[in-house]
């Protein structure tokens, strides 16, 4: 088995591609070990001393590290540590009844219209784009024109994060969608 790695803008956080599917549909976020009870290939990660946060996508495990850490350190560990559990067999997250994340928050009332052209967008031009980036972003709320984002993976703590917010999401929502004054991020 062969596993690349890709950089991220996120210089705490590296990209590794098993080449094989990690996640059939959505993401899983792991923030913490804590919440990477459920997943064996989260957990086997968050053994390696170092590790911060575990984002997979349909094809990639993004791997944040703690600022102490050089990644020369931990990166050999964590490829082992990824192989150790695709040879293993068992599933990236443990099938107990809980659904994958990564969706949109849910959201009804006079703004529903609106709210359907924003999650489209982000699904058709911004998530594609922050996936190759290791991360993902989802519809949280919305509100007096202010859109509210969640980022993970790569892109939470992401340095350029912030511009990636102003200067790129909300100026191309702001584009299409004329309702839309501003985007801001949030923390769940």
Not at 116 to 132: F, G, H, M, S, Y
Request: charged residues 20%; aromatic residues 6%; contains cysteine.
């Amino acid at each position: 088995m062969f596993i690349q790695t890709e950089s991220t803008p996120n210089p705490a956080t590296l990209k590794f591609l098993p080449g094989q599917t990690v996640l059939e549909t959505g993401t899983a976020d792991f923030p913490n070990a804590t919440a990477a009870e459920r997943s064996p290939l989260a957990s086997r990660v968050f053994a390696v001393t170092g590790v911060t946060g575990v984002f997979f996508g349909n094809d990639f495990v993004t791997v944040t590290k703690a600022e102490t850490v050089e990644w020369e350190h931990v990166k050999p560990a964590i490829l082992g540590a990824i192989m150790e559990h695709f040879q293993s067999g068992q599933p990236a997250v443990a099938d107990d009844g809980a659904p994958a994340t990564g969706g949109h928050a849910e959201h009804e009332g006079e703004d529903s219209e609106i709210v359907n052209q924003i999650k489209e967008l982000l699904d058709t031009r911004v998530r594609p784009a922050v996936a190759q980036d290791g991360g993902d972003i989802t519809f949280h709320g919305f509100d007096r024109g202010v859109v509210y984002l969640h980022m993970q993976g790569a892109c939470a703590g992401c340095p350029s994060s912030t511009l990636t917010l102003k200067m790129g999401i909300e100026n191309l929502l702001r584009h299409y969608i004329p309702e839309v004054l501003e985007v801001r991020p949030v923390a769940v």
